[in-house]
């Protein structure tokens, strides 16, 4: 090939000037290499002459060196044809027993193709499946949408349909490009598509029915080669329909009775509507006439139903309303057109006095059921924004009792950090008290004493403002108080410690020295309340000051939150000291340690615990600590 066309090059290049054709360049014709030649320079060339050009003064010309190239080229294509089917063949020899595993595999790819095609349907256009149930049970379509219009990507307006088990046919009113048509053929492909195994572009909670056949009598196929007007070819498929369609089918009339005198495609489509109900066929029609409409109240099978226009802006709104049959607004668009006043004038008294009576009473319905529906959708607003204002104020309040958390467990960090301070004063004044004893005067061991009771008495005071921070209730131990004179041993009310209970030591001038479980200190006489009967406890003898209260000797952690069981170990402690326990038996279980790191945390700054260790084999092991205090 590339030495034939050096060949046709140098052939071009000795041509004369005058010979050669403008923009000459090598070419094919009927398979061939040729150059452009000019007719007069065509016999110096010689060759075989191709073709000639548009207007015969060009002759495409297959100079004679380069016929045998020619010829050769054609014998190395056939050779190459030969060699492909010589190969063809082998390859199908091949695979000529894998024939039937093949067909198979075949009709798997197109079974998953399928099903795949269907399922990126259902995702694109957000279809649901529907449930099948027999046409006897009529159908509910919740949300439906027309197929095409959605794979035409334009905005569609959605419909809910239903047709109880008694209903067998719904005759739909409306004015034109109201949107009727549409919702015939949505009904039909619908169905179809459920049927043939395809989600379906509506909301869940869609019933279907399952037809045996889906007959439709839609458009117009008038045919001037079939002698058929438009009203002839509506007649010809409602006759297939009367003859073919059973109880279990669905049958699709547009615009029943139009083409004729309105008079006789009333009656004419009225007997065929009563004949299909009879036979039990679920039918959609859809009319302009309003003889038709009246079937409803003469028939219990035929249900009226409407799509909505607004007046005003005389443009559809698609919302389908059972129940109610509509207006065509004929006269309404006419005057919008601005057709002549006297000529829509004479319209509207042409009309007869009991379609004027009609359209009137479907205009109240109509004006009714929008009334309805404004408030419906102010009920829906007002409780949406109920349950807004509800969801703020839970949100409210959790962020509320959020913040109180993080002030209580502020509060009572500061507290404990407080109470560990001060008693660890108190602890260095006592050992320092009992060093100097023996050296000091009586008077300074005085006056460290009432230092050290001063110390308790702040740390009272913290006690009874934290208690009363956070409204704890304390139960009185029995008894009336009153105001008799106070002696020694005497049980009372300590009033500015929140009415804890306490036990007289000494009683000074202004001032009464009373021990208030490990803690005692010195306060005025007057906020103090004896009580007039003790509390009924059971005698104990001990070695020492009697307990406060009978604490347990174990508590459980298990389940709590970090702040909740710091908060129990806490009290716990302070419980035992107390009552004069020598051991505090923590139980935080194994988990992750959190629980067990930090309370082993808290009795190692607690200068109230003397040592603490791991449980024993039968004393829950690890996941328990045992304080000695």
């Known amino acids: 090939h590339g030495e034939l066309v050096r060949i046709l090059e140098r052939v071009m290049g000795g041509l004369e000037s005058h010979h050669r054709a403008p923009d000459m360049s090598v070419t094919v014709r009927e398979g061939r290499y040729v150059i452009p030649v000019r007719r007069e320079g065509a016999r110096q060339v010689g060759g075989i002459v191709h073709g000639a050009s548009g207007t015969g003064g060009t002759l495409f010309v297959e100079p004679p060196a380069a016929i045998e190239f020619g010829n050769r080229i054609r014998e190395l294509e056939a050779e ?3 060699e492909v089917d010589r190969i ?7 695979v000529r027993p894998l024939r039937d595993a093949l067909v198979a595999s075949l009709g798997a790819l197109i079974a998953l193709d399928s099903l795949y095609a269907r399922a990126r349907y259902a995702i694109e256009f957000g279809c649901a499946n529907a449930e099948l149930g027999a046409p006897r049970d009529g159908f509910a379509i919740a949300g439906g949408r027309h197929p095409l219009l959605l794979a035409q990507g334009v905005a569609v307006v959605p419909f809910d349909l239903s047709m109880a088990p008694g ?28 049927q043939c195994g395809v989600p379906v572009p509506v909301e869940p909670g869609t019933r279907l029915a399952v037809f045996d056949d889906v007959y439709a009598d839609i458009g117009d196929e008038q045919s001037i080669e079939a002698s058929l007007s438009t009203f002839s070819a509506h007649l010809r498929n409602l006759g297939e329909i009367l003859r073919l369609s059973t109880d279990r089918s669905l049958a699709l009339v547009d ?15 009225g007997a065929i509507l009563e004949a299909l109900t009879a036979r039990g066929v679920l039918t959609l029609a859809t009319t302009h006439l309003g003889a038709l409409k009246q079937l409803a109240g003469e028939n219990p099978g035929v249900v009226n139903a409407s799509l909505q226009f607004d007046a005003v802006a005389l443009a559809p709104t698609y919302r389908l309303i059972k129940g109610i049959p509509g207006r065509s607004y004929g006269i309404s668009i006419a005057k919008r057109l601005n057709l002549p ?3 829509i004038d004479r319209a509207e008294e042409r009309l007869p006095i009991d379609e004027r009576n009609a359209a009137a009473l479907i205009e109240s319905l109509e004006r009714r059921d929008t009334e309805l529906t404004a408030r419906e959708r102010e009920t829906a607003a007002m409780a949406s924004e109920a349950r807004e204002r509800a969801q703020r104020l839970a949100e409210r309040e959790l962020h509320v009792r959020e913040r109180e958390r993080e002030v209580e467990r502020a509060s009572r960090q500061e507290a404990r950090r407080y109470l560990l301070d001060a008693r660890a004063e108190i602890e260095r004044t006592i050992a320092e008290l009992r060093r100097t004893a023996s050296a000091e005067s009586e008077e300074a061991a005085r006056g460290a004493r009432q230092r050290v009771e001063r ?16 409204g704890d209730e304390r139960r009185e131990k029995g008894g009336n108080a009153t105001t008799l004179p106070l002696r020694e041993g005497d049980s009372v009310e300590v ?13 000074r001038d202004g001032e009464v020295v009373v021990a208030v479980g490990v803690m005692k200190l010195a306060v005025p006489a007057g906020t103090l309340r004896r009580m007039t009967r003790q509390p009924a406890e059971r005698a104990v003898t001990l070695v020492g000051d009697a307990p406060e209260v009978h604490a347990p000797s174990e508590i459980d952690l298990r389940g709590m939150r970090a702040d909740e069981a710091e908060t129990a170990v806490l009290h716990a402690v302070d419980s035992a000291i107390r009552a004069d326990l020598k051991e505090l038996r923590i139980i935080h279980g194994k988990g992750t340690g959190a629980l067990r790191a930090m309370v082993s945390e808290m009795l190692r700054k607690d200068t109230r615990v003397r040592s603490f260790r791991t449980g024993a084999w039968n004393e829950g092991g690890t996941g328990v600590t045992v304080a000695e205090l």
């Not at 063809?88 to 091949?94: I, S, V």
């Open 341 to 343: 006043a006297p000529v």
């Open 80 to 82: 190459e044809l030969r």
């Open 88 to 94: 063809l063949l082998e390859a199908t020899d091949r």
């Open 455 to 470: 110390m308790a008495g702040d740390q009272s005071a913290a006690l009874a403002r934290l208690e009363l921070q956070h």
């Open 255 to 269: 615009e029943l009775g139009s083409g004729t005198d309105p008079v006789e495609g009333a009656a004419l489509g």
């Open 495 to 507: 009033t500015t410690l929140g009415g804890k209970i306490g036990r007289v030591i000494d009683v």
């Open 167 to 194: 209903e067998r046919t719904l005759l739909i009113s409306g004015p034109n490009t109201g949107g009727k048509t549409v919702l015939l053929k949505a009904v039909g492909l619908l169905s179809m598509l459920a």
